[in-house]
């Protein structure tokens, strides 16, 4: 069954964690329920996830509002008709150029459907995108949480959610992921709403900090 959130159950799921788990709700009660962080299912958010990837946000944010500027939109038929120096005035790498115009290409071939995503379980979605260079796990995780909105997905391959989550715990650094994963599993079904409040704390910590 896909399970998804929405502002109608969102802030619901929030305070039934915050019954589950004590950290949890020690974020909740420092700073409020998370913003519900959502993008729409388009090509554009999938750039802007493979555009995250290992690095900040800060940098990827910047250069999608380059390629929305030189676009006007960005779609798979502008991205497969701009060459390597245009994207790299957008400041995208050489290797993501390669990630983004190979999707572009999988839509505008019809070998990718955006919108049958949405009928698909979290496993299919998965082994779907995966299938495409430069679509792995993370970037997965990112477009099943904020596009799709499904529940229960943690990001284990997250560094803001794992450091948040070893700093909440009182977790060695080099705890390892199975222990992290096992701790997440005790927030099934709603480990993608548990994230949102570990992003939110680390977040709200930077800020504090600053």
């Given amino acids: 069954m896909i399970q998804t959130f929405s502002d109608k159950n969102f802030k619901r799921i929030c305070k ?19 913003p519900m962080w959502t993008r729409p299912n388009s090509f554009e958010s999938l750039v802007h996830i493979i555009l995250e990837q290992q690095v900040s946000l800060a940098s990827a944010l910047a250069a999608l509002k380059k390629l929305q500027e030189f676009t006007g939109g960005i779609t798979p038929g502008k991205i497969l008709r701009m060459d390597d120096q245009a994207l790299r005035a957008c400041y995208v790498s050489r290797q993501k150029m390669i990630y983004i115009r190979g999707l572009a290409k999988a839509i505008a071939d019809k070998e990718l459907d955006l919108d049958a995503m949405l009928l698909l379980t979290d496993n299919a979605v998965r082994a779907k995108l995966t299938t495409f260079k430069g679509i792995g796990n993370w970037t997965v995780d990112v477009y099943l949480m904020f596009v799709l909105q499904r529940t229960d997905i943690f990001p284990s391959g997250d560094l803001a959610a794992v450091n948040a989550l070893k700093q909440l715990k009182t977790l060695a650094a080099a705890t390892p992921r199975e222990a992290l994963i096992a701790i997440a599993e005790e927030w099934m079904p709603y480990r993608t709403i548990a994230t949102m409040i570990l992003w939110h704390h680390y977040l709200s910590e930077r800020r504090k900090s600053q």
């Fill in 16 to 34: 039934q964690l915050a019954k589950k788990d004590k950290h949890l709700a020690a974020v909740l009660n420092a700073y409020g329920p998370p």
